[in-house]
């Protein structure tokens, strides 16, 4: 069961209980008083294409909401090319119908290679960074069209009310690392933490891997998004960004230190 954080300085006692009351059959009510809903309970009217993958709910001034994730991959085509999706869908669970908030959607249309759009679930969360009941929902998901191990496109998006939208793009840490076997160690480039030009240049140049294209494995491209946004949206994403990078970045170290520790355990077998 994954989490969704709401960051709140204080949640009144009534919306706890509102949340307590409400019927599923998988439930989780994490720490901050956030309530997790297993997406077989989503209610009728909530329409969202693909197979889901997660739903929340939680509650705010507006009242009960509920996040919706789905994901979808097509059949190749005759001509061998494949299509990906994925959709999130904010509700407001009032009155007798749900009510659509907004919907998120992005595709990769007719891919010769692997298609593929993926939610990382650790990367939703719903907040209240300007502690006036409103929440913030942030999602986030890879999206790509390789036929090797290499980096894909990564978004990390910021949903506010009906049209409010703001986004990091960039790369994550997939195939940004790779074992070599001479040295016995994980080669290449570092997980950056600053993604400024500047930042990322100096990075490029103390590498000596001239000519790499910006950004870089774990950086986003630039903060046009947020130029007139709360500075607090700007100050969360930056944080959000590297933290999921570095889980990113720490998982695909292990997966490949993985295979070598099993082979100096065989080797080692009387």
Not at 204 to 225: I, N, W
Not at 257 to 269: L, M, R
Request: charged share 25%; with cysteine; aromatic share 8%.
């Amino acid at each position: 069961m994954n989490s969704v954080q709401l960051l709140r300085s204080q949640l009144r006692p009534a919306l706890m209980g509102l949340l307590m009351t409400m019927a599923c059959v998988t439930c989780v009510h994490a720490d901050d008083g956030v309530a997790l809903t297993h997406i077989d309970q989503v209610p009728e009217g909530v329409e969202v294409p693909g197979k889901q993958v997660a739903a929340y709910t939680w509650d705010d001034r507006q009242g009960k909401n509920l996040l919706v994730l789905a994901e979808q991959v097509s059949e190749r085509e005759d001509d061998g090319t494949q299509s990906a999706f994925v959709y999130a869908a904010q509700y407001l669970l009032t009155g007798d119908h749900p009510k659509r908030v907004w919907m998120l959607h992005d595709d990769v249309q007719h891919c010769e290679f692997d298609a593929s759009l993926r939610f990382d679930q650790s990367a939703t969360k719903v907040t209240d960074l300007l502690r006036d009941g409103n929440s913030q929902v942030t999602v986030g998901y890879s999206r790509t069209c390789t036929s090797d191990v290499s980096p894909n496109e990564f978004k990390l998006i910021m949903r506010v009310g009906k049209s409010g939208k703001y986004r990091l793009r960039g790369l994550d840490r997939v195939g940004a690392s790779w074992w070599d076997e001479d040295a016995g160690a994980l080669r290449g480039m570092p997980l950056p933490t600053d993604c400024s030009v500047e930042a990322q240049q100096k990075l490029v140049s103390q590498y000596k891997e001239q000519g790499t294209e910006l950004p870089l494995p774990g950086c986003y491209g630039d903060e046009k998004d947020f130029a007139k946004a709360p500075g607090d949206y700007l100050v969360f994403m930056r944080r959000h960004w590297f933290a999921l990078m570095q889980k990113q970045d720490a998982d695909w170290s292990q997966s490949l230190a993985q295979p070598q520790e099993a082979a100096e355990d065989v080797e080692s077998a009387p």
